[in-house]
């Protein structure tokens, strides 16, 4: 089934206090708000799903918790295909998605706990994976995402629309990155072809009211390649902070010896100031405006819900899946 908006119409389904909701083999095009909508619910799940064009988010839950989105696919949104936000703990799991061509693949605000984002492709958009902490929303902070598994690959899109707010577009051409949060871990992705920073952990500094830190993160074992500024990187280094990386495979970092200086075992050492990353030119880069979300790319068809005119009705009352992280392992290249 196709739900299109025409370029008028808010949201394609929205589902409000309504538990146990699942939407599966659908796609929503065209509204001016968000593709498919779950708020303020216990248990929801979107699979096989595709939603473009839309002009807020592609496939979203706020305020909802144990939830899944799995086999979808997400592109040309100003702000992120995939998102989940306010809420902890989310015992929520994405996993088997494809976002593109939006702000962000992922955008998840003060979302956390049991918080899986699992072997995914991320690619074409702005930027890949956005973890974040924003005053706008309640449960500050972000904490306690794994994000593992996942192909991060060529978020550099200069066409990508743009939200309305440029405040995450600071970090255009980055792959992984941690805005505010606290205890995420980010292992055996594979982040390749980003202009600015592979993997970069960064604080909030108080883009709205509070400044916010990004605490105990650790990122480790990934297979980092081809950033402009840094593969790896710290902005805004503290000691305190307690972030640590070890176990990458990577070219460059900013510091310069960043897993020795932030190791996840033992005491750091290194001087800090040694090849760190250069924030002044950061936050004074200019980036491409974008496109419209309405000019974005029509996606190829995506793959149907196997036998989908015969399967039973299975509500989100068993969400989220279990997931094997110990069996996760970096993905190949991309082609």
Not at 103 to 122: D, F, K, P, R
């Amino acid at each position: 089934m196709i739900l299109d908006g025409g370029f008028e119409l808010e949201n394609g389904i929205k589902v409000v206090g309504a538990n146990g909701v699942a939407v599966e083999n659908m796609t929503a095009r065209n509204y001016v708000g968000n593709g498919f909508f779950w708020t303020g619910v216990t248990g929801y799940r979107a699979s096989y799903l595709t939603a473009y064009r839309n002009g807020d988010y592609g496939i979203y839950a706020f305020d909802s918790v144990k939830g899944q989105f799995d086999h979808s696919y997400a592109s040309g949104h100003p702000d992120s295909g995939f998102y989940i936000g306010q809420c902890y703990p989310c015992d929520a799991v994405i996993t088997d998605v494809i976002a593109e061509h939006s702000q962000m693949g992922y955008s998840g605000t003060n979302a956390g706990g049991n918080l899986l984002i699992v072997s995914s492709i991320w690619r074409h958009n702005r930027i890949g994976i956005v973890p974040n902490t924003l005053d706008s929303e309640e449960e500050p902070p972000q904490r306690e995402v794994v994000i593992a598994g996942n192909l991060v690959y060529d978020n550099n899109d200069p066409d990508a629309p743009n939200a309305k707010s440029s405040d995450f577009d600071i970090l255009f051409g980055s792959g992984i990155t941690v805005v505010g949060g606290v205890g995420d871990v980010v292992e055996r992705n594979r982040v390749e072809g980003h202009e600015l920073f592979g993997i970069v952990i960064a604080p909030n500094p108080g883009l709205q009211e509070n400044f916010w830190p990004s605490q105990r993160n650790q990122v480790r074992d990934n297979v980092v390649r081809g950033s402009g500024m840094a593969d790896l990187a710290i902005a805004l280094f503290s000691p305190d902070d307690g972030n640590c990386f070890a176990g990458n495979d990577f070219g460059t970092s900013a510091p310069a010896n960043l897993e020795q200086l932030m190791p996840c075992e033992g005491a750091g050492s290194g001087d800090p100031e040694a090849g760190a990353a250069d924030v002044e030119a950061v936050l004074g880069a200019t980036h491409p405006k974008g496109k419209p979300w309405q000019e974005s790319p029509i996606p190829p068809d995506q793959p149907n819900m196997p036998d989908a005119a015969t399967a039973e009705p299975r509500p989100a009352t068993d969400v989220p899946m279990r997931v094997d992280l110990a069996s996760i392992t970096v993905p190949d290249p991309q082609g």
